[in-house]
């Protein structure tokens, strides 16, 4: 027999092989073993998550002869035959080549016919959202009103892209990224199976490379095993995926912790010559900028380090770095990687910016290296402080003559760069089920969101939550101050919360030290208003509004409730 892929050989059977989607896989069994299952569903999420996988094996459980509590036995002929491709009554369409109304009118006509051997006649569409809108229209009447006997299984890696009247007639299910842990167990389990020996630090480098897809990972693992003759090494998983070797980044950034760039343009040289690729490099950059940051600040967040590209030697230049000039450098790498992606010019772009990040004191210590400019300055300082001290006598002894004019502020403070009309309009109408449903998809809209954003908005998190808005709280300043001002960036966030939470969604910045102020502020003046319309009475008072939608929203040990 032919040599078949990892991922072939090894794809789920039953909903419990599936990895990273107990809850999906758990609801399905569970309408399955009730009798229970919808016409039509929707699977949507990233590649490789198990959209298809779980596709085939509902199929088989719905038909299967003998399930076990919503699970196909995988032995009876209709399992068997679902498992060699050749049950006529599971259709496997891809709509990526099979997208126009022609073929969907196929669909619909044929689906009037009972199935051949199975109860159900299973239609599985993939990369849906590929049909066009004619298409869509024609596939439309067809999932309102089917047949009892027919099954739609819709899967997607872009739900965006499909229109809401397709959506409104299917149960949908959103496959999520699946975690680093999960894929790391999982290889591991196979390669035990397999009796292969493997390096652990070579798994953890195939496994970040594929980004929450285990379709992904287990063929860069073939990949490698192929490369390494049956083998897993950390040189072989380096080699497979471009990522960089210890040394190549440590040295890296040593030379870059010393301020020597000519030491740093040498590395960089060797790293590119190696053929390594430059945006797996910048990430790597960020991941251990990152790191450090952790390092560098409380136990707490030092515990939520990655351990794996974490080695003694670059950990060891921790105190060379302090978070200003590490956050300075991530700023960098950020606007090097927009580059990248839109010019050819990689090794010009990865030049400039290792000389940025290793001399960013250059401003600061100009004047230090010569000591007569130094004496200069310091003469210019003096008759410019006696300039000014001459025009605020001038300014004072007119002050009386002249109108008083409004004072100009040339920097605004953090306080203005809050969008407290925002805030506040969410407040109005924030529940703890709202709140509670944003943490929910937070995984989710992170994983929409390219290496350098994600770095940016892992010190943050959602602290308020509406139908129509989320309030989203920065434990870093600069963070908040960076991605406030990056507009786009933040049209990003709201369309990425609207598309997980099927509603128009807004998504609303602040820095985590200014929200207990801010939410006391809301509290207080609602609380100030309903006092203000409050008519005096005699009579027994009766509970506040307010009050008690500030209970609601933040809970007896927040609030404190004070009678005059």
């Known amino acids: 027999m032919a040599y078949q892929a990892l991922y072939r050989v090894w794809r789920p059977q039953t909903f419990s092989d599936v990895i990273g989607q107990g809850v999906i896989t758990q609801t399905l069994k569970n309408a399955v073993a009730s009798n229970m299952t919808s016409h039509a569903y929707l699977f949507s999420g990233p590649r490789g998550t198990g959209k298809t996988s779980c596709a085939k094996i509902l199929a088989k459980a719905v038909n299967c002869l003998n399930p076990h509590d919503g699970e196909p036995c995988n032995e009876c002929e209709i ?196 053929g390594r690729s430059a945006v797996r490099f910048t990430e790597m950059i960020i991941r251990v900028c990152r790191n450090l940051i952790l390092y560098n600040s409380n136990s707490d967040l030092s515990e939520q380090m990655d351990n794996t590209i974490m080695t003694k030697d670059l950990l060891n230049l921790a105190n060379k770095f302090d978070n200003q000039r590490l956050f300075y450098i991530v700023d960098q790498v950020s606007s090097a990687q927009k580059n990248l992606k839109n ?129 989203v709280a920065f434990d870093f300043e600069l963070w908040y101050e960076q991605v406030q001002e990056d507009s786009e960036f933040l049209n990003e966030l709201s369309n990425s919360a609207s598309t997980l939470l099927k509603k128009d969604c807004e998504i609303v910045l602040v820095p985590k030290d200014q929200w207990p102020k801010i939410r006391k502020e809301y509290i207080s003046n609602n609380i100030d208003l309903t006092k203000n319309d409050k008519v005096e009475s005699k009579a027994e008072p009766k509970s506040d509004p307010a009050v008690d939608e500030a209970l609601n929203l933040f809970g007896n040990e927040i609030v404190d409730i004070k009678n005059d």
């Open 343 to 471: 010019s050819n010019q990689t090794d010009v772009y990865m030049e400039i910016l290792t000389v940025k990040i290793s001399e960013p004191a250059i401003k600061e210590t100009a004047v230090e290296e010569n000591p007569t400019d130094n004496q200069e300055v310091e003469k210019l300082s003096q008759q410019v402080e006696k300039l000014q001290s001459e025009i605020k006598n001038l300014s004072t002894s007119n002050v009386s003559n002249q109108p008083e004019r409004p004072k100009k502020t040339t920097r605004k403070s953090k306080s203005n760069h809050l969008n407290r009309t925002a805030i506040y309009k969410v407040l109005d109408n924030a529940t703890k089920n709202d709140l509670s449903v944003a943490k929910d998809i937070w995984p989710d809209l992170m994983s929409k969101l390219s290496v350098t954003q994600r770095a940016k908005m892992r010190v943050a998190d959602p602290v308020a939550a509406s139908v129509d808005g989320i309030v």
């Open 79 to 274: 399992c068997q035959a679902a498992n060699e491709n050749r049950l006529n009554d599971v259709i496997e369409i891809d709509a990526a080549s099979n997208n126009g109304v022609e073929e969907i009118r196929d669909i619909r006509d044929k689906v009037k016919y009972a199935p051949t051997e199975a109860k159900f006649k299973v239609y599985i569409i993939d990369e849906v959202h590929m049909l066009s809108q004619g298409a869509f229209n024609a596939l439309l009447k067809t999932l309102e009103e089917p047949p009892a006997n027919v099954m739609f299984i819709l899967a997607t890696t872009e739900p965006q892209k499909i229109p809401a009247t397709i959506i409104s007639r299917t149960q949908s299910f959103t496959f999520r990224r699946i975690s680093k842990q999960d894929i790391l167990d999982r290889m591991t389990y196979i390669l035990d199976d397999k009796n292969i020996k493997y390096d652990e630090e070579g798994l953890n480098i195939i496994a970040a490379s594929a980004e929450g897809g285990m379709r992904d990972a287990l063929s860069i693992l073939d990949q490698a095993l192929s490369y390494g003759d049956d083998q897993l090494t950390l040189e072989n998983a380096q080699e497979v995926t471009g990522a960089l070797s210890n040394d190549q980044i440590t040295a890296y950034m040593s030379a870059v912790a010393n301020n020597e760039s000519a030491q740093a343009l040498e590395s960089l040289y060797k790293i590119l010559e190696s």
